[in-house]
């Protein structure tokens, strides 16, 4: 079984900074790719952002686009989503996946394993 922990949320002023970190454990993991996900209150959880594992290769969805930036360190099996100029919009339960993926990297269908997710809120 493969095991996803997220850390690094918190309760941080509108145009501050956050770096969520999320630590693989467990058997051994041959997935391809890492993402992070959000649920903000009430609405479906949205793809952010992911890496591939070999190749670095990274996606991001528009609404974060130069703000956050995801990153990997693949010797401790981690993933870190360092998020700038913070928003109230970004307000939200942050997860990290992880599986065998092929095709769309923003379907939360194509993810074996979930974290229990951080939250982080942006306040005014």
């Known amino acids: 079984q493969v095991q996803l922990a997220e850390s690094g949320g918190g309760l941080v002023q509108a145009g501050g900074s956050l770096r969520l970190s999320c630590a693989v454990s467990?058997?051994?993991?041959?997935?391809?790719?890492m993402g992070w996900f959000r649920q903000p209150p009430g609405q479906e959880r949205e793809f952010v952002a992911a890496?591939?594992?070999?190749?670095?290769?990274?996606w991001y969805a528009d609404s974060v686009k130069g703000r956050f930036t995801i990153s990997r360190e693949n010797a401790k099996n981690t993933v870190f989503l360092q998020m700038n100029r913070l928003e109230l919009d970004d307000t939200a339960v942050y997860y990290c996946?992880?599986?065998?993926?092929?095709?769309?990297?923003?379907?939360?269908?194509?993810?074996?394993?979930w974290g229990q997710g951080t939250q982080v809120t942006v306040s005014s």
């Open positions: 890496i591939a594992w070999s190749s670095g290769f990274t």
């Open positions: 467990g058997r051994a993991f041959s997935g391809t790719v």
């Open positions: 996946a992880a599986g065998n993926i092929i095709g769309s990297v923003a379907a939360t269908s194509k993810y074996a394993y």
